[in-house]
């Protein structure tokens, strides 16, 4: 049982982090896009709309959640505690950039 919690942990982690990496990406290469002279006419401008809270989420990711789940390794059961700490803040970060960004498609 051990076993399997710790590699389900494992999984859990390299997702996360991958997770992260992409958020990085985007906030890196694609958000300065939007601030280009030639950026489409229904885009222009709408940069907090389509991006705006990618910044927060990887600040989340890579500043609090990550990091607690790599603190579980020794102790895969308290990665229940991490999901628990963290839940509200998570879907509240996930959940505010639906309603703006749905306005421009």
Not at 64 to 82: G, I, K, M, N
Request: aromatic residues 10%; proline residues 4%; contains cysteine.
């Amino acid at each position: 049982m051990r076993r399997t919690c710790s590699l389900v942990l494992q999984e859990l982690i390299q997702t996360e982090r991958d997770y992260v990496t992409s958020l990085g990406f985007v906030i890196d290469n694609y958000v300065p896009e939007m601030d280009r002279d030639d950026v489409i006419e229904p885009l222009r401008g709408k940069r907090a709309v389509v991006f705006g809270n990618w910044q927060k989420l990887h600040q989340f990711h890579s500043g609090f959640f990550l990091r607690e789940l790599e603190a579980c390794q020794q102790s895969p059961l308290r990665v229940v505690d991490a999901f628990l700490r963290h839940v509200s803040r998570a879907f509240s970060h996930s959940l505010k950039q639906g309603p703006d960004f749905r306005k421009i498609l």
